[in-house]
Each structure stands twice: as structure tokens, then as C-alpha cells.
């Protein structure tokens, strides 16, 4: 069983920053891939950003290419999303996930997270 656990969520200002963190405890390492996720009330979960565990490739979103960076910690068991440039449609509950895929696809994650919000207000 996999846990995970996100943070950092909030409100800024369009053109702020924001950091989300991702704790996962349990054998993560049994998913290939972590990822971010958001979803806005009405909508679908949206990916947003997706990394392998072991190789490290990254995978984004077109709408947030060259302002979102996912990252990771592996001895801390941490996955990060350094958001920069933030836009008042970047406004979602943030979700973060475990699974087989790198995939920007939500179907293809097992585990989930609790969800952080983050508010970007023009």
C-alpha cells in the first residue's frame, strides 16, 4: 500500500510561485511514476506533469510547458512541482499519484492523494 500526502498548496497572485510537495510512504516503488494532477469543480482530473521514479524523465502538460518543474527527492521519498508564472486558470485542486504509467492520463494512476488547493487570483 502506497500513501501520499500533499502540501504547499495556496493563494498568490497571477505571476507567483508556488511549491506543492508529495510524501509518499509504503513501497513506492512499486509504481514506475509519480505525477500531479488537477481538477476544477466540473471537470475531469487533468495531468499535469508526470515523472519516471527511477530514470527521472519528465513528462508536461502542454498548458504549463516552461513554468511548472516536477522533481524529486528519492531519499526523502518526495515529489515536487515548482509552479512559476501562475495564471488564474492554473486555479484546481492539486492531486498528486502513484502508478505503472507516465502517462498524463488519470486512469493510468493506483494511488492518490488527498489534494492541496492552489488559487491564483488576477
Known amino acids: 500500500q502506497v500513501q501520499l500526502v500533499e502540501s504547499g498548496g495556496a493563494s498568490v497572485q497571477a505571476g507567483g510561485s508556488l511549491r506543492l510537495s508529495c510524501a509518499a510512504s509504503?513501497?513506492?516503488?512499486?509504481?514506475?511514476?509519480m505525477g500531479w494532477f488537477r481538477q476544477t469543480p466540473g471537470k475531469e482530473r487533468e495531468g499535469v506533469a508526470t515523472?519516471?521514479?527511477?530514470?527521472?524523465?519528465?513528462y508536461y502538460a502542454d498548458s504549463v510547458k516552461g513554468r511548472f518543474t516536477i522533481s524529486q527527492n528519492n531519499a526523502k521519498n518526495t515529489v515536487y512541482l515548482q509552479m512559476n508564472g501562475l495564471k488564474p486558470e492554473d486555479t484546481a485542486m492539486y492531486y498528486c499519484a502513484a502508478g505503472p504509467s507516465c502517462a498524463l492520463t488519470a486512469r493510468d494512476f493506483v494511488y492518490w492523494g488527498q489534494g492541496t488547493q492552489v488559487t491564483v487570483s488576477s
Open positions: 515523472i519516471y521514479i527511477s530514470g527521472g524523465n519528465t
Open positions: 509504503g513501497y513506492i516503488y512499486s509504481n514506475n511514476c
